[in-house]
Nanobody, 126 residues
Framework: VQLQASGGGLVQAGASLRLSCAASGRTFSRQTIGWFRQAPGKEREFVAA?????????HYADSVKGRFTISGNNAKNMVYLLMNSLRPEDTAVYYC???????????????????WGQGTLVTVSS
């Protein structure tokens, strides 16, 4: 499956952005879709995931819980990450990833994802 992330940009603190992840080559059905981010000089970190797409089971990093929402549009084969109340520390390159055989205990582990899209840069100014 090929993934394409988009929607990044430069915003002020407190603003919102919605990132999109489009899939081609295979549908998201039964895939686990995750969003990760990597800030300059830091390791890639988990942001959010939908476990086994049609299950509706969502997971969030503590740092974004209550501010970010992951959702999907099955008909469009898209997954979104709505980011509210953005903070300067949210500045990073955001990646979407997918895997067809994820186990629940591994959804936060970037090494467990087989497919990755290119990143989209989110910059939050103070």
């Amino acid at each position: 499956v090929q993934l394409q992330a988009s929607g990044g940009g430069l915003v002020q603190a407190g603003a919102s952005l919605r990132l999109s992840c489009a899939a081609s080559g295979r549908t998201f059905s039964r895939q686990t879709i995750g969003w990760f981010r990597q800030a300059p000089g830091k390791e890639r970190e988990f942001v959010a995931a939908i476990f086994r797409y049609n299950s509706g089971s969502t997971h969030y990093a503590d740092s974004v819980k209550g501010r970010f929402t992951i959702s999907g549009n099955n008909a469009k084969n898209m997954v979104y990450l709505l980011m509210n109340s953005l903070r300067p520390e949210d500045t990073a390159v955001y990646y979407c990833a997918a895997d067809p055989s994820m186990i629940l205990s591994s959804v936060r582990d970037s090494h467990s994802y087989a497919y990755w899209g290119q990143g989209t840069l989110v910059t939050v100014s103070s």
